[in-house]
């Protein structure tokens, strides 16, 4: 039945993908509803060739994966997609002088960002180099006190510890002064990186970042945590051919962090990170690491983990530490080795959430209320909002909330009362590349420091540069803006009812994931259903049942839909009269359900 409802729709619109699906013209979002076109023959040819069942074939075709290409997306390996370390500049070079730090016990130190991809990066590090015999020393900065990447006090207080030999994680890259102090100092740094950069490299012994001018690996999607574990692959193979392995280490065993680190990072999930996410899962599953499986029964994650459970329920958890407290908390969950050290620190991590949940909500009013404004004043374009004493910690995800919102790339800043500085964070749309025009923005003075890449950056500003920075930004992106549609779609990939939504079907489009970035979960539009029993739940998510005109219903949910157009819209549907909702189908596993429930995303009026 689901199967029939899949493939009946898609063909009876074959012929005119550019219709709006259901007559959704703009939704309660502002979106125009697009059905995700799938080549019949296509289809077919998958269907045939690997034996899959029309609705996976349709949602491959529809994702552009070609027969040829169906077998390796399907069952992503290492083995298939992991290059050579000599694919990737300095790696070698970084992998045989970390293999010489460790044949001679030389002192180690390790500073990584405060963010998932960092504080992965760095727990990857530190653990591969204890199992060798050494004790590095690593240091986590402070957001507050110490801002984004290595610093001058981080860099001293490891020589004065006796370190030689420095690696970054997820920064670096531009930390060219803080790098040349580091050589004066005497150390020799490993800088793993993967944020863009310019063509002058930091002085350091080995620059392992894809997006490097000089690098052709094509390799520039991968996130700090999946390069790192490049390096402890190369390192462990480097060790061996010199014939020196005091314990052979288990890389293997950290792809949970380098799963939950690329889905953080907001990483497309193609080629290696596929192949990373779905082992990392597996790994995941098993939990064998304390801190991630006290922190998922701290947010009662009872499902088996997936995308969303490392994206939406490991990773702000993770990521609260470093906005709110210190991510060295963070740090030290992931490294727990005992399971009562880890429910104590996991229980400290979901307060820390808790917090950093109503500071983002407070700034985020008064943040809709000034872009409001300067959309009508100014018309389309980068949204550019800031004010005083606006926590560091919670910029990133304001400007993440401004742009689904009003679906334009959006910079939120704090302007610190004393010093009249002003520094914050950038999220970006598809097709403007934000990191890009920071970095321009830097090299041209119209900004102190700032670094990124195409849909996320940061940067610091006097604040008096605040207009002229973001009319700067403005002209610089002018031709990517024109190409962002004043009504965003939303891609739909079939229509079906609550009775057709099965557990059965979901299982099998999940042989198609793992979804994320770059390989979006299918998304489903349900045309003409009534919404019934409308609450809500939590301190922001809207519930409800949906239910079919031949009687069927499906359990769904918006998450942080309170006070937003979904949410409104939602709570305004519980007239009796028919919608059409989309969404996500997610496994509802509470309480021993084995069901299924929306992950609802939209919704518009019927007829």
């Known amino acids: 039945m689901a199967e029939m409802a899949v493939q009946a729709v898609a063909a009876a619109v074959d012929g005119d993908a550019a219709e709006p699906l259901l007559g959704v013209e703009r939704s309660a979002t502002g979106r125009r509803w697009l059905l995700r076109r799938a080549d019949d023959r296509a289809v077919m040819a998958l269907a045939q060739r690997h034996d899959l069942p029309d609705a996976l074939a349709r949602l491959l075709a529809a994702r552009g994966i070609s027969p040829e290409e169906a077998a390796a997306h399907l069952d992503p390996s290492l083995r298939t997609w992991m290059p050579p370390p000599s694919a990737v500049c300095d790696l070698e070079k970084a992998a045989a002088r970390l293999a010489d730090a460790i044949i001679v016990n030389e002192p180690v130190g390790i500073i990584g960002d405060y963010d998932v991809d960092g504080v992965s990066s760095a727990v990857m590090l530190s653990e591969f180099l204890e199992e060798q015999g050494l004790t590095p020393r690593v240091h986590i900065p402070h957001r507050v006190a110490e801002g984004y990447g290595p610093s001058v006090r981080a860099v001293d207080a490891l020589a004065d510890s006796g370190v030689r030999l420095l690696v970054t994680l997820d920064c670096g890259a531009m930390a060219h002064e803080v790098l040349e102090h580091a050589a004066e100092r005497g150390l020799e740094t490993i800088v793993v990186d993967h944020h863009q950069m310019g063509t002058a490299l930091p002085r350091a012994h080995a620059v392992v970042n894809p997006n490097r001018a000089d690098d052709d690996s094509g390799l520039g999607h991968l996130c700090a945590g999946g390069l790192a574990f490049m390096l402890l692959a190369a390192t462990a193979r480097e060790l061996e051919r010199r014939g020196h392995v005091r314990e052979r280490p288990d890389v293997l065993r950290h792809l949970d962090l380098v799963a939950l680190a690329t889905v953080c990072d907001v990483m497309p999930l193609k080629g290696l990170n596929r192949a990373y996410v779905r082992q990392g899962l597996r790994v995941l599953a098993r939990r064998a690491r304390p801190g991630l499986a006290a922190l998922m029964d701290a947010a009662r994650a009872g499902r088996a983990p997936d995308s969303y459970t490392l994206g939406f329920v490991l990773g702000p958890r993770i990521n609260a530490a470093g906005r709110i407290g210190h991510a060295k908390d963070a740090f030290d969950l992931l490294r727990a080795r005992d399971m009562a050290t880890a429910q104590r620190l996991a229980a400290g991590l979901e307060h820390m959430n808790r917090e950093r949940q109503v500071l983002e909500q407070a700034l985020l009013e008064a943040a809709i209320a000034q872009a409001e404004e300067q959309l009508e004043r100014r018309g389309r374009g980068i949204i550019c909002v800031h004010g005083e004493d606006w926590h560091p910690g919670v910029l990133g995800l304001v400007a993440a909330r401004l742009k689904e919102r009003f679906h334009l790339p959006a910079i939120a800043l704090g302007v610190d009362a ?61 031709d990517e803006l024109a190409t962002v549609p004043a009504f965003p779609h939303l891609r739909v990939d079939a229509v079906l ?70 949410g409104e819209a939602l709570l305004n549907a519980r007239d009796g009269r028919p919608w059409h909702v989309a969404g996500r189908l997610q496994r509802d596993d509470f309480n021993g359900r084995n069901g299924v429930q929306l992950h609802m995303s939209d919704i518009a009026e019927h007829g």
């Open 497 to 566: 009812t609550a009775s057709g939504a099965t557990r059965a079907l979901l299982e099998k489009l999940e042989a198609a994931g793992p979804f994320g970035a770059g390989n979006p979960a299918p998304v489903f539009a349900f045309a003409a259903h009534r919404v019934q029993w409308v609450d809500i739940v939590g301190e922001r998510h809207i519930r409800c049942t949906l239910k079919s005109g031949d009687g069927g219903t499906l359990r769904a949910i918006a998450f942080r839909a309170v006070d937003t157009p979904l």
């Open 418 to 478: 004393l010093t009249g500085q002003a520094s914050g964070s950038a999220r970006s749309v598809a097709g403007v590349d934000i990191g890009r025009a920071v970095a321009r923005a830097v090299a041209e003075g119209v900004l102190t420091k700032g670094g990124g890449h195409a849909m996320a950056a940061g940067m610091a500003l006097p604040a008096e540069g605040i207009p002229a920075f973001h009319d700067f930004m403005n002209t610089v992106l002018e």
